[in-house]
């Protein structure tokens, strides 16, 4: 289909969205000239929705696109309405397969769907419209539970056992068989550890659960059970201990036997995620134990020690305690009942904090900053100023230390606050910038780093961690240009403002739109003139010359205007043709011709053609 024939041309303001051109393609235009900015987008065109690849539409896309209406099937290029079925997209290397209703990705499709997926039928899960890649699971249909396998298909093939929520279930042929009971017992392929299971109901018995002498694949010997299963197939750390009538004993997790030769300290976990650590001896739980006592797995000399009632590591005990340890008495630090050095615990009797040095006791010759930590070496969100060993929550003013000023009140450093502080800090006074509550006071790796700061109302230019008054210019702040004037950000200014020798960016209420484009009246270097404003600046030359033709063209609501060094150019008149090359797919060049008609230096009339 070819352009239309106009002696006038067509309004190049009409020519905006999606244009067929003279080569039987579809275009988006915006303004009269065709452009790249609906690359990977769905565009209307009649009744259909047309995939734009670059410039024009791609016939050759066959996959999905999203819109704000939602994820669409798209096939050569045109979304597929009346289509309804699963078609894959590549995402990720790897591929996924959805399901489409009416040419949409349908989210309501939840579990299980009778589908084909690469010419093979069967039972597969789908999550939000999508085939889910989770396996060893099971999920219900018509009253029945299914395992789904690898590529989230039912597994009619699978017989063995698969956990949900509920517990532990006997599968057969890739379904739930809930008049199971008995005895499943063998060895696992990849590591030949043993299970055994007892079922009633097709479900684990769980009043099996302890310590009980019996034979597991023809082996004899006592063996812990976790509610109807093995200890070697439960889940995590839940069956390191199990009881029986004579105690607490500690299972090896490879064997589900007894381990009567463990000496030392075993870990459990609860079932909602807690843990405790208990002491074992020849394979069973030592209750009498009681007292500081030596962990065996202590990497630092000065964190041996950990604190049993019970037998179990008490956890709470946290705080400094007046010991005997090794033979010298001090102040002792333990958390969650076990030796800690650098960082800060209360004494439980009156509710002070101390710091805990790198010999485990309390430092009384510490002053300082200082965080607490936990044994993971994960820090407190507050920092604290210390003296002489002691938090000193009666301290409100600043501290220096290393290189920075921590603005302290009641003894913790105001970690909130990031603003601006006026200071006399090493003989300069200023305005300084106060990042989590301190002010660096000398350099740093971010000293000459430009920023805003907010205070009282306004934003404030800040370099070399102060504010900088006599600052004029612009400032990136979280990928952003802003314009500040006399070192404050400059919401006034709205208009165009001198960014180098050659460039200037037009600013609305003091914010630089690098996305922005226009053709704006204003003064520029003493002339004024309508400019034209590409990606928000306006590039621009001084026009010491006659020009027969436009360098450029720039739209605005009043029209497209043809424009010579940056700016509108009323003087130019009669036609102009230009000729401009686009890649388009697979890397074929279109050349599009632009014929203009100008009058006065707008455009009155323009016709596209590809030649």
């Keep these: 289909m070819s352009a239309p024939e106009l002696s006038q041309g067509t309004d190049p303001m009409t020519l905006h969205g999606m244009q067929q051109l003279n080569d039987g393609n579809w275009y988006y235009m915006e303004h009269g000239k065709v452009s790249d900015k609906a690359n990977g987008t769905l565009q209307p065109v009649g009744d259909e929705w047309l995939y734009v690849g670059r410039y024009r539409v791609d016939n050759s896309y066959t996959g999905l696109c999203a819109n704000e209406a939602g994820t669409w099937y798209v096939a050569k290029g045109k979304v597929q309405f009346d289509h309804t079925g699963v078609v894959s997209q590549r995402e990720n290397d790897r591929t996924n397969w959805y399901y489409v209703t009416d040419g949409k990705v349908d989210t309501g499709v939840n579990g299980l769907c009778y589908v084909s997926i690469n010419g093979t039928e069967g039972w597969y899960n789908f999550k939000d419209g999508m085939v889910t890649g989770a396996y060893h699971q099971l999920v219900e249909y018509n009253g029945s539970w299914w395992y789904i396998g690898e590529g989230g298909e039912v597994d009619f093939s699978y017989t063995g056992v698969c956990q949900n929520s509920a517990g532990t279930w006997y599968v057969k042929n890739g379904q739930v068989d809930f008049g ?149 008495e001090g102040w002792y630090g333990f958390l969650e009942g076990q030796q800690i050095t650098y960082t800060l615990l209360p004494n439980p009797d009156d509710g002070s904090w101390w710091y805990v040095g790198g010999n485990g006791q309390v430092d009384f010759s510490y002053t300082g900053i200082f965080r607490a930590k936990d044994h993971s070496y994960h820090l407190a969100e507050d920092a604290w100023y210390v003296r002489n060993g002691q938090v000193d929550f009666s301290y409100t003013g600043l501290v220096y230390e290393n290189e920075k000023c921590y603005l302290v009140q009641d003894g913790r450093v105001q970690k909130e606050n990031n603003s601006l502080a006026y200071l006399t800090l090493n003989g300069e006074t200023a305005w300084w910038q106060v990042t989590d509550g301190y002010i660096c006071t000398e350099n ?125 150019n009323f003087d130019l008149n009669g036609p102009y043709t230009g000729t401009v090359p686009y890649n388009v797919e697979k890397n074929q060049r279109v050349m599009i011709q632009y014929h203009y008609q100008m009058e006065n230096g707008q455009v009155t009339g323009l016709q596209v053609e590809v030649v």
């Design 444 to 568: 740093d790796k971010n000293y000459d780093e430009e920023t805003l700061v907010y205070y009282d109302g306004s934003w404030w230019y800040v370099k070399n961690h102060k504010v900088d008054f006599s600052y004029n210019g612009f400032v990136d702040y979280k990928g952003t240009l802003w314009y500040v004037k006399n070192g404050r950000y400059s919401y006034e200014t709205t208009g165009f403002v001198m960014a180098d020798g050659y460039s200037c960016y037009y600013v609305t209420n003091g914010r630089f739109d690098n996305s922005y484009e226009d053709v704006v009246y204003g003064s520029i270097d003493g002339e004024t003139a309508w400019w034209m404003i590409n990606n928000g600046r306006c590039a621009y030359w001084k026009m010491e010359e006659t020009h027969a033709e436009p360098d450029s063209f720039a739209a605005n609501t009043n029209g497209l205007w043809a424009c010579n060094d940056g700016r509108v």
């Design 180 to 328: 199971f009971s008995g005895v499943l017992e063998g060895k696992s392929e990849n590591f030949h550890k043993p299970y055994k299971y007892y079922f009633v109901n097709g479900k684990t018995y769980e009043r099996v659960h302890g310590v009980y002498y019996t034979t597991v694949n023809g082996i004899s010997g006592w063996y812990g059970f976790y509610k109807g299963e093995l200890a070697t197939t439960a889940p995590y750390g839940v069956a390191n201990l199990l009881p029986n009538e004579a105690g607490w004993w500690c299972i090896d997790s490879l064997t589900g036997q007894v381990d009567f030769s463990k000496n030392g300290f075993e870990f459990v976990r609860e079932e909602n995620g807690t843990g405790h650590l208990w002491y074992v001896r020849d394979g069973q739980v030592d209750f009498s134990r009681n007292g500081a006592y030596i962990y065996p797995d202590h990497v630092i000399p000065a964190e041996k020690y950990c604190w049993l009632v019970g037998g179990q590591i008490d956890q709470t005990c946290s705080g400094v305690y007046y010991l005997n340890l090794d033979g010298t």
